[in-house]
């Protein structure tokens, strides 16, 4: 293990933001969001919910796919994709165990085949280094899901404490990485992560959601489930607003859409929810005409469709996002409680 | 760079027929007058005018035409209005083929085939069809019930009364659903005309139409004795990606996009009510 201090972290960043661009957590106007890191950047690597999860980095909200350029009856299609790991390879620092778990969710939907090259070759260009929490908060339930918010995985796992950020290689990414920044890192730090990690665990195993139990929610009571009559009264107050799919670091709705401009027709994607009315429409009619159906299927599709779909892994990794930013207060740990609590009947 | 799914092909329309009042089946190529890919039937395309939309059609064209792809397109919104306001020389976008197809290779092979179609419902099964025409040795006999509103409505009906009919060991049974002047053929809904028919229960049946021609007819096969596990049909859902990403078309654990759109009725019965 590798340890650097505190203080010469603005070196660390400026080191790798030579050759590389850095996303970290910075505040700004108020808001923690992994953006570029530039000197004098205010860098809150301890903030464990920005506001937009990282997946913005591999799946951004709006992202330009081709262009068209038409003449006459003829179209001409441009391909405007960039090779980033050519490019600009990219460093993702700071991510916290639960957004790590999600980009795993996002990767069996982006690589799978046919494979996202979108998605590929940003995923492909970037170097996750990740930190463990030591202060969790008391909307995390990360543990719920069988995640360990104390030692993330990625290409470099780290831990804050005292004076010293302690650094540890995963992967090959990883080791490249730490060579790059050798001349900032001393050796040592595996008791002080042990204790850390020790303490830090205490204090999840006591959150208040860490005894959630996900026990009911299997494949074999898909139906059962869907058919559940507390659905009405779970979505009652939902305004269909989507925040909850935007600040989710899961999610993985998007549309396609074309954009007018001077230089021919851009067709882009962005993000899109399952909870919007519009999200199923056709000519002929909708699959889903009221919001109960549309609040459901959010919460099947993470608790029962794509784990059915992903070996049992789920599509919520606790991160509480959507328990702080519903502003009807509706959120999935509601729904597991409301649903999973009735083994027994 | 890798080829990406999402980026499509530029196609060609070398020729458009006006099937009936709202349906035009449009014949497109490559840019180099080649068939732009393979398929098999029941597989769909992504078909787009770039500054309008992109939409999912049924390829209806059989795969083992060479030359060139079908799609049969009822004019219902932005993207098909377009489309059926286009001439012959237009460039459109295409990109597939998507979903899986009718198991024509595997559970249809050596089995008596009924094929029942509502509407604009022939698309997908114009394709599986002209399939079992091609290797007609390959198959037992085969029973095609269509029916439509009026007799302006039937899709393709010079290639099913000058080519369909004639075919060995063939039954071609056309229906309207009102009476209409020039038309002496059978009246009535596809579903009561099935039972009508008193079909043999042991065939494998094939279902296409509107969500309520497929909800009765079903109704009226179980009658007759059809077993689920040999009815097959296709489900239609908002798609945007084709590939099992956008999450559009999600129903259960299902994509309809990738895992359908043909479908067994088994299958059909494992999924939540919501397609
Ligand atoms: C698997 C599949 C196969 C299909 N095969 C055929 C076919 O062979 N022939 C045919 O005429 N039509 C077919 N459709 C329906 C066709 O995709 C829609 O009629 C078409 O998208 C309508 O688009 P629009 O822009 O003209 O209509 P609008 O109502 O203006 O469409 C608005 C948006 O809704 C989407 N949309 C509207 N209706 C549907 C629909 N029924 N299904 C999916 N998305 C829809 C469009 O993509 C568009 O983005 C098929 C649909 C699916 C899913
Ligand atoms: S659950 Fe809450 S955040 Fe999500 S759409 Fe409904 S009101 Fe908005
Ligand atoms: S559903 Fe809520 S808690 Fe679960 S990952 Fe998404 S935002 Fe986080
Ligand atoms: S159309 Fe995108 S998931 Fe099926």
């Known amino acids: 293990m590798l340890k650097i201090a505190k203080e010469r972290l603005n070196e660390l960043y400026a080191k790798i933001s030579e050759t590389m661009g850095l996303f970290i957590p910075v505040n700004y106007a108020g808001e923690v969001n ?14 464990l919910k920005t506001v937009k999860s990282p997946k913005n980095m591999f799946f951004p909200q709006t992202e330009n796919m081709m262009k068209f350029k038409t003449e006459g009856k003829n179209i001409e299609i441009i391909d405007v994709r960039k090779d980033y790991k050519e490019e600009k390879p990219f460093v993702l620092f700071g991510v916290k165990a639960c957004d790590y778990k999600a980009i795993e969710v996002l990767d069996k939907v982006f690589l799978a085949e046919p494979v996202d090259t979108y998605y590929q070759s940003r995923r492909e260009a970037t170097t996750i280094v990740t930190l463990a929490c030591s202060k969790p908060e008391e909307s995390c339930f990360c543990g719920v899901f069988g995640i360990d918010a104390t030692a993330p995985q990625g290409d470099v796992t780290t831990w804050l404490d005292g004076e010293y950020l302690y650094w540890q290689a995963n992967t090959e990414k990883g080791e490249a990485l730490t060579a790059l920044i050798t001349a900032l890192t001393e050796e040592g730090g595996e008791e002080t992560v042990a204790g850390q990690r020790e303490t830090t665990k205490a204090v999840l195993e006591n959150l208040p959601f860490a005894k959630l139990d996900l026990s009911r929610f299997t494949p074999e009571n898909l139906n059962d489930l869907f058919e559940a009559k507390e659905w009405e009264e779970m979505s009652e107050a939902c305004l269909g607003c989507g925040t909850c799919t935007f600040v989710c670091p899961t999610c993985q709705c998007f549309d396609i859409r074309d954009f007018k401009t001077n230089e021919g027709v851009i067709r882009y994607r962005c993000w899109d929810s399952c909870m919007y009315s519009d999200f199923t429409l056709m000519a002929h009619g909708n699959s889903r005409t009221t919001q109960m159906q549309r609040f459901r299927q959010r919460f099947m599709h993470k608790l029962v469709y794509y784990p059915s779909q992903n070996d049992g892994l789920y599509s919520c990794v606790g991160c509480g996002r959507c328990v702080n930013k519903c502003p009807q207060r509706l959120n999935i740990v509601k729904v597991v409680k409301t649903l999973g609590g009735k083994k027994d009947d | 760079m890798i080829d990406e799914t999402l980026i499509p092909k530029v196609g060609v329309i070398t020729d458009i027929r006006k099937d009936t009042p709202d349906v035009k089946t449009f014949r497109v190529v490559g840019t180099d007058g080649k068939k732009l890919f393979q398929h098999m039937p029941g597989q769909c395309a992504m078909v787009s005018v770039p500054g309008v939309g992109e939409c999912m059609f049924s390829i209806t064209s059989s795969p083992t035409n060479e030359e060139y792809m079908e799609f049969s397109i009822k004019k219902c919104g932005c993207v098909t209005e377009v489309i059926h306001a286009m001439e012959v020389g237009q460039q459109i976008t295409v990109r597939g083929p998507y979903g899986k197809n009718f198991p024509v290779e595997e559970d249809f092979k050596g089995k008596d085939l009924l094929f029942i179609a509502g ?76 039972k009508e028919l008193g079909l043999d229960p042991n065939m494998t049946a094939v279902l296409c139409g509107p969500p309520i021609m497929i909800k009765f007819t079903l109704q009226g096969l179980l009658e007759l004795g059809f077993d689920k596990s040999r009815v097959y049909t296709t489900l239609e859902l908002r798609m945007k990606c084709g590939v099992g990403k956008c999450g559009r078309c999600n129903v259960g654990d299902k994509f309809v996009c990738k895992d359908g759109p043909v479908f067994r009725m088994t299958e059909l019965d494992e999924l939540p009510d919501e397609y």
């Not at chain 2, 025409?133 to 009906?157: F, M, P, Q, T, W």
């Open chain 1, 34 to 47: 992994y953006k570029v890191w530039k000197e004098g950047a205010e860098v809150s690597l301890e903030t």
């Open chain 2, 119 to 194: 509407g604009i419902g022939l698309a997908p099964l114009r394709s599986v069809i002209n399939y079992v025409r091609h290797y007609r040795e390959n198959y037992g006999k085969v029973v095609i019930v269509y029916g439509a509103r009026s007799k302006d409505d039937l899709v393709d009906i010079e290639e099913i009364q000058t080519e369909w009919v004639n075919e060995p060991n063939t039954e071609v049974y056309l229906t309207i659903d009102r009476p209409q002047e020039g038309w002496d053929g059978h009246v009535g809904f596809v579903p009561s005309y099935v």
